[in-house]
């Protein structure tokens, strides 16, 4: 039995709104204002990047700008910067059109390299757990707060950006949009359209952090300690 | 551990809130920084009114058609290979969660911060069947080492010094290094990832459920919550039944609202949102998904004047700028909800009993009712409270004898009135003749109308409360 105690726990929460139970034509009103579509609203996309890499400051993320034709050198120094000794990347439709896929090939001449495989089953989160770099593209950039939304799937495991102590994220320009209601937008308008939302939407902002001891800010608790964000025109 | 935390009685809780330096010190601290986080978010957003506005339109519908919601949730949760139970009360949420980790054979439970599971008192459920049941959550994995109940409800561990969280973790966990920050932490880090790769349920709360597609957000910023429901194949969401929103979008409005008015942060550094089991030939995220939807008391406040106290989104911007929870700290609530909200929705759903003096833990200067982002009415729903209170007692005017006990001692004393703070005074000044207040705007109103009382004076809550302590009315 998959659904269970339901039909007394709602007719009890209609009885006490004090009408029969609704099933079904409910909408939402128009509501009386909307100031999240107002931010950043005329921005051109050069803006939006200047948007974002300010940002970035604030989160304790590292940003960089670089084109398709250099972006195999810029990851290159970056994993250098973070004394990568293996790495761990999705197995992304988009690594070949940004040459990913010949770059990993020329990083493993040196460092460690594992492209998430469906095939090998949870030795994907092992491989994970003890890799120092994980690598994954943005598929929706927020500017205002400096937000990387991904959408996993059987290529693009949640481990990848989650495991490793630093992440580094592929920001393709054109993804990315003022803020998150233009994120939330989307997926509630393909979800209308019976494309349902994957397994897991993750926003990550920056490195993950804690206030939780005297309120002094901690860089690095469960997930990564440094983060880098590429974005590529 | 119920919504209660203590059986101690309230003039103890005050006392031992008010000797405790260090507590007040951090509480009055973090309380600024949080306060002045929301603030500059408001500012930079500058319509920050127009925001309030959209997110308590929200939260009405929302609430004005739950058992719709719940309904189209539940529908969705099914589609997407997960399970729901509708659970009238703790018993049979613990009840359920149970059947599951036993079924599982589950030796290890790992869970994140949620404030319904500990209203629920789960963990001391699930350890009764043996199993472990470890919390990810930094400040609250301290306080489970400790067994301490939390103090605030961002920040559980806020009344703990860096000290005692090295002492803590060197008699249980034999750590060895300094009380630094940084490699406290680090050391939390380590431990924990041993536990979330072990553990074989992942039990979260829910921040917003998301009707539409039968999802589920969790605003972290640790990155815990993507551990637990990356790592574990079974997961437990568990969920008051008011956490919900119609969309997507409607999620958006409201988490952009929490993580201002909570933390000031933009976006908190994780919003997981989860929709069911994972898909066919996904590794990360379980393959058996329970959502758990609790009453618990809440249904009772539908359809009554309190029904607005469902819209809380649990920022916790009422805690912060209240001037009493200033002085006292969160345990002097009793109640794992504390502040002006902790006051209003405590007696709401655990009856006004054991109660009866929290909704005169307020000075009424209606910060909390301003600082609210989806604009709850909080002071006037504890005016409605002590009025409730009075007429059940029926012992008119009121006030005085109830106001005899604990919180209301000093709370109901004119010299009470005194610790109220410079926000309080600086908002009756206008209305200030001479020493009384008479006829005092909105928040005051209530008050006034039955008797007036003396304005707020410069004498500190720590002072009265010293002088009271020596004998005698201050
Ligand atoms: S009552 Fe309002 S201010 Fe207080 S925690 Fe709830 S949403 Fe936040």
Same mark, same amino acid.
């Given at each position: 039995?998959?659904?269970?105690?339901?039909?007394?726990?709602?007719?009890?929460?209609?009885?006490?709104?004090?009408?029969?139970?609704?099933? #079904?034509?409910?909408?939402?009103?128009?509501?009386?204002?909307?100031?999240?579509?107002?931010?950043?609203?005329?921005?051109?996309?050069? #803006?939006?990047?200047?948007?974002?890499?300010?940002?970035?400051?604030?989160?304790?993320?590292?940003?960089?700008?670089?084109?398709?034709?250099?972006?195999?050198?810029?990851?290159?120094?970056?994993?250098?910067?973070?004394?990568?000794?293996?790495?761990?990347?999705?197995?992304?439709?988009?690594?070949?059109?940004?040459?990913?896929?010949?770059?990993?090939?020329?990083?493993?001449?040196?460092?460690?390299?594992?492209?998430?495989?469906?095939?090998?089953?949870?030795?994907?989160?092992?491989?994970?757990?003890?890799?120092?770099?994980?690598?994954?593209?943005?598929?929706?950039?927020?500017?205002?707060?400096?937000?990387?939304?991904?959408?996993?799937?059987?290529?693009?495991?949640?481990?990848?950006?989650?495991?490793?102590?630093?992440?580094?994220?592929?920001?393709?320009?054109?993804?990315?949009?003022?803020?998150?209601?233009?994120?939330?937008?989307?997926?509630?308008?393909?979800?209308?359209?019976?494309?349902?939302?994957?397994?897991?939407?993750?926003?990550?902002?920056?490195?993950?952090?804690?206030?939780d001891i005297e309120?002094?800010?901690?860089?690095?608790?469960?997930?990564?300690?440094?983060?880098?964000?590429?974005?590529?025109? | 551990?119920?919504?209660?935390?203590?059986?101690?009685?309230?003039?103890?809780?005050?006392?031992?809130?008010?000797?405790?330096?260090?507590?007040?010190?951090?509480?009055?601290?973090?309380?600024?920084?949080?306060?002045?986080?929301?603030?500059?978010?408001?500012?930079?957003?500058?319509?920050?009114?127009?925001?309030?506005?959209?997110?308590?339109?929200?939260?009405?519908?929302?609430?004005?058609?739950?058992?719709?919601?719940?309904?189209?949730?539940?529908?969705?949760?099914?589609?997407?290979?997960?399970?729901?139970? /509708?659970?009238?009360?703790?018993?049979?949420?613990?009840?359920?969660?149970?059947?599951?980790?036993?079924?599982?054979?589950?030796?290890?439970?790992?869970?994140?911060?949620?404030?319904?599971?500990?209203?629920?008192?789960?963990?001391?459920?699930?350890?009764?069947?043996?199993?472990?049941?470890?919390?990810?959550?930094l400040g609250?994995?301290i306080?489970?080492l400790d067994?301490?109940?939390?103090?605030?409800?961002?920040?559980?561990a806020?009344?703990k010094n860096r000290q005692q969280i090295k002492n803590t973790f060197q008699?249980?966990?034999?750590y060895?290094?300094?009380d630094?920050p940084?490699?406290l932490a680090? /050391?939390a880090?380590?431990?924990?990832?041993?536990?979330?790769?072990?553990?074989?349920?992942?039990?979260?709360?829910?921040?917003?459920?998301?009707?539409?597609?039968?999802? &589920?957000?969790?605003?972290?910023?640790?990155?815990?919550?993507?551990?637990?429901?990356?790592?574990?194949?079974?997961?437990?969401?568990?969920?008051?039944?008011?956490?919900?929103?119609?969309?997507?979008?409607?999620?958006?409005?409201?988490?952009?609202?929490?993580?201002?008015?909570?933390?000031?942060?933009?976006?908190?550094?994780?919003?997981?949102?989860?929709?069911?089991?994972?898909?066919?030939?996904?590794?990360?995220?379980?393959?058996?998904?329970?959502?758990?939807?609790?009453?618990?008391?809440?249904?009772?406040?539908?359809?009554?004047?309190?029904?607005?106290?469902?819209?809380?989104?649990?920022?916790?911007?009422?805690?912060?700028?209240?001037? &009493?929870?200033?002085?006292?700290?969160?345990?002097?609530?009793?109640?794992?909800?504390?502040?002006?909200?902790?006051?209003?929705?405590?007696?709401?759903?655990?009856?006004?009993?054991?109660?009866?003096?929290?909704?005169?833990?307020?000075?009424?200067?209606?910060?909390?009712?301003?600082?609210?982002?989806?604009?709850?009415?909080?002071?006037?729903?504890?005016?409605?409270?002590?009025?409730?209170?009075?007429?059940?007692?029926?012992?008119?005017?009121?006030?005085?004898?109830?106001?005899?006990?604990?919180?209301?001692?000093?709370?109901?004393?004119?010299?009470?009135?005194?610790?109220?703070?410079?926000?309080?005074?600086?908002?009756?000044?206008?209305?200030?003749?001479?020493?009384?207040?008479?006829?005092?705007?909105?928040?005051?109103?209530?008050?006034?109308?039955?008797?007036? /009382?003396?304005?707020?004076?410069?004498?500190? /809550?720590?002072?009265?409360?010293?002088?009271?302590?020596?004998?005698?009315?201050?």
């Amino acid at each position: 039995m998959a659904i269970q105690n339901r039909d007394s726990f709602l007719s009890n929460l209609a009885a006490n709104l004090g009408r029969p139970q609704r099933r #079904e034509s409910v909408s939402r009103p128009e509501y009386s204002v909307q100031p999240q579509h107002e931010v950043f609203k005329d921005y051109s996309a050069e #803006e939006l990047i200047g948007v974002l890499k300010e940002h970035c400051k604030v989160i304790h993320t590292d940003f960089v700008r670089t084109d398709k034709s250099d972006l195999q050198a810029t990851l290159k120094r970056v994993l250098d910067g973070y004394e990568a000794a293996s790495i761990i990347a999705s197995n992304d439709k988009r690594n070949q059109e940004y040459g990913l896929d010949k770059a990993y090939e020329e990083f493993s001449k040196e460092v460690d390299v594992h492209i998430w495989d469906a095939s090998l089953g949870k030795e994907n989160q092992v491989i994970a757990e003890r890799t120092d770099v994980g690598i994954s593209f943005s598929d929706i950039t927020l500017a205002e707060s400096g937000t990387v939304a991904l959408m996993t799937n059987k290529d693009n495991g949640r481990s990848i950006s989650l495991m490793p102590k630093c992440y580094v994220a592929i920001i393709p320009k054109e993804t990315i949009v003022p803020r998150m209601t233009q994120a939330a937008g989307k997926i509630h308008q393909d979800n209308e359209k019976g494309i349902a939302p994957p397994s897991s939407v993750c926003f990550v902002t920056g490195p993950s952090n804690s206030a939780d001891i005297e309120m002094n800010l901690i860089v690095g608790v469960h997930g990564p300690v440094k983060v880098t964000y590429i974005v590529v025109d | 551990m119920s919504i209660k935390i203590s059986e101690a009685p309230y003039k103890e809780r005050i006392g031992k809130g008010i000797d405790n330096d260090f507590m007040r010190q951090a509480v009055s601290s973090a309380q600024g920084r949080f306060r002045n986080g929301r603030l500059t978010q408001a500012e930079e957003l500058g319509n920050w009114e127009d925001w309030r506005q959209l997110g308590e339109e929200i939260r009405s519908h929302t609430l004005e058609n739950i058992d719709y919601y719940l309904y189209q949730l539940s529908e969705e949760v099914e589609k997407r290979g997960g399970n729901v139970f /509708f659970a009238e009360t703790a018993e049979e949420a613990n009840t359920y969660i149970e059947n599951v980790v036993k079924k599982k054979n589950a030796k290890k439970v790992v869970k994140t911060k949620s404030m319904v599971t500990e209203e629920i008192g789960l963990n001391k459920t699930l350890e009764e069947i043996g199993a472990e049941v470890v919390e990810s959550d930094l400040g609250e994995w301290i306080l489970q080492l400790d067994e301490d109940p939390p103090s605030h409800i961002v920040t559980p561990a806020l009344h703990k010094n860096r000290q005692q969280i090295k002492n803590t973790f060197q008699d249980k966990k034999g750590y060895d290094k300094s009380d630094t920050p940084e490699e406290l932490a680090s /050391f939390a880090r380590e431990q924990l990832r041993q536990d979330f790769l072990t553990a074989d349920v992942g039990i979260t709360g829910c921040n917003f459920a998301i009707a539409e597609s039968g999802s &589920v957000t969790l605003v972290t910023n640790e990155g815990n919550a993507e551990m637990v429901t990356s790592l574990p194949d079974t997961q437990i969401s568990v969920m008051g039944m008011e956490r919900l929103v119609p969309t997507w979008e409607d999620m958006e409005v409201l988490v952009s609202l929490l993580t201002r008015a909570a933390v000031g942060q933009k976006l908190t550094s994780y919003i997981t949102t989860i929709t069911g089991t994972r898909l066919e030939e996904e590794i990360d995220g379980p393959d058996d998904y329970h959502l758990v939807i609790v009453d618990n008391g809440r249904s009772k406040i539908l359809g009554t004047e309190f029904q607005s106290a469902l819209h809380c989104i649990r920022c916790a911007a009422c805690i912060n700028v209240c001037p &009493v929870y200033r002085h006292v700290g969160g345990h002097a609530y009793n109640s794992i909800y504390p502040g002006p909200i902790g006051a209003v929705l405590t007696p709401l759903l655990d009856g006004y009993e054991d109660h009866k003096e929290l909704p005169y833990a307020s000075s009424l200067c209606a910060a909390c009712t301003e600082a609210c982002p989806v604009k709850i009415p909080l002071h006037e729903q504890l005016i409605r409270h002590r009025e409730i209170i009075v007429e059940e007692e029926k012992k008119s005017p009121a006030s005085e004898k109830i106001m005899m006990k604990g919180f209301a001692q000093w709370a109901s004393n004119p010299a009470a009135y005194k610790l109220s703070t410079k926000v309080a005074r600086s908002a009756l000044k206008p209305w200030t003749k001479e020493e009384y207040v008479e006829n005092g705007p909105g928040p005051l109103k209530g008050w006034t109308d039955v008797r007036d /009382f003396p304005a707020p004076g410069k004498q500190s /809550f720590r002072s009265w409360w010293n002088k009271r302590q020596k004998g005698g009315e201050a």
